[in-house]
């Protein structure tokens, strides 16, 4: 089973650039579906972004045009840009990873949970006004 490591998150003023890495290891992250998802303080988690095994990408509305999901195969590690961080986007933030899947994938498999079955520790994005 594939293990996840999520580092890059700190307290950025808003405005402001982040890059979250999701480190994998035991698996490979070319053959599966890897997810952000993100989680504030008394909301429920949510999806964020996600690359699947073809490199086809999906985001959330809300961050659409300001983040960015890639996946490094010789590092196997998937990044994810934040730019034009706003408060709003203050939270936790979770890689998980799907078990090996098809080619293509859809947004309705990729922003669900429960189509992931290994997720890493989280890393804390904090977001100035």
């Known amino acids: 089973q594939v293990q996840l490591v999520e580092s890059g998150g700190e307290l950025v003023q808003a405005g402001g650039s982040l890059r979250l890495s999701c480190a994998a290891s035991?698996?490979?992250?070319?053959?599966?579906?890897t997810g952000w998802f993100r989680q504030a303080p008394g909301k429920e988690r949510e999806f964020v972004a996600a690359i699947s095994r073809s490199g086809e990408t999906y985001y959330t509305d809300s961050v659409k045009g300001r983040f960015t999901v890639s996946r490094d195969n010789a590092r196997n590690t998937v990044w994810l840009q934040m730019n034009s961080l706003q408060p709003d986007d203050a939270a936790v933030y979770y890689c998980a990873a799907t078990p090996r899947t098809a080619f293509f994938a859809n947004i309705y498999y990729v922003s669900r949970q429960s189509s992931y079955e290994t997720w890493g520790q989280g890393t804390q994005v904090t977001v100035s006004p």
């Open positions: 035991g698996r490979t992250l070319n053959d599966r579906v």
